[in-house]
């Protein structure tokens, strides 16, 4: 039997991560995940691709305080606003709204990143890209599930393993062996049910350190060489949730439904 052993939510697009020993898996994912954003006032947003240093920003909510560090910075202690002005957003091609959270907010997040920018908070409904599901302000699924032994089967590759958090993954399973998740389908976790409806194109964010903010080759140099499919390199499956619930690390997984995989060729480790 396969097990949870970790559970990350992102209140702020492209901020820290938060592991939790338990969470409550709403339709559009972990409750408060990606909640927040920071967007161009434009309304363009803005994540680590462009702004490597946002993963030094250390977030933690509530859900009606969002509190944020940064090194060498005050930190912001910002309440909530839920009747500001609504801003047109736009995450990749995907238009969506979100609920501006004032001035203080935005300067202290343009000082940071010495680019203007506005603080908004998801408002509104917002399809996935496919799966039939609902998504805040992630790239374009609520879920992304990894299997640690593929982690476990990267880092034999590598010169210098890495940690997890370079993935951000929001639920990680262990027992469904390296790249088992590119075979399920649906998995019953703890009380929940999840679909796995599409595998993760991985992008630079990858690449960055998620405790310093600096960026480096890996691991998408040695991803290129085994996990590049329909041109793109891959790791991990995004998800929607079918069946909420509570869910606890340490939680049984079971598979419930398969799919068939592409066969990629396997080089063995360096």
Not at 178 to 198: F, M, P, S
């Amino acid at each position: 039997m396969a097990t949870l052993t970790e559970l990350n939510v992102y209140p702020l697009k492209s901020g820290g991560g938060i592991p939790l020993r338990t969470a409550e898996l709403t339709p559009r994912g972990l409750r408060y995940d990606r909640e927040f954003m920071l967007c161009t006032p434009e309304g363009r947003f803005l994540s680590q691709r462009d702004h490597a240093p946002m993963a030094r920003l250390r977030v933690a909510y509530d859900g009606e305080v969002l509190t944020v560090g940064y090194p060498g910075a005050d930190t912001l202690v910002h309440k909530a606003v839920d009747d500001g002005p609504v801003r047109e957003v736009t995450v990749h091609r995907s238009e969506c709204q979100g609920t501006d959270q004032g001035d203080e907010a935005a300067r202290w997040f343009s000082e940071r990143f010495d680019v203007e920018c506005r603080l908004v908070r998801f408002t509104g409904r917002r399809p996935t890209s496919r799966g039939g599901g609902e998504v805040a302000f992630a790239d374009g699924y609520p879920l992304l599930v990894i299997s640690a032994e593929s982690l476990a089967d990267l880092n034999g590759r590598l010169d210098e393993p890495l940690p997890m958090d370079r993935f951000r993954p929001s639920l990680v399973v262990e027992g469904l062996g390296a790249y088992g998740e590119d075979e399920v389908r649906l998995l019953r976790v703890g009380g929940t049910v999840v679909e796995l409806v599409k595998s993760c194109a991985r992008c630079v964010i990858t690449t960055t350190d998620q405790a310093t903010g600096e960026r480096g080759r890996e691991p998408l140099r040695t991803l290129a060489r085994y996990r590049t499919i329909d041109r793109g390199i891959r790791f991990g499956r995004n998800g929607v949730p079918r069946e909420p619930g509570i869910l606890t690390v340490g939680d049984p997984v079971e598979v419930l439904e398969t799919v068939p995989t592409r066969p990629t060729e396997d080089p063995p480790p360096h």
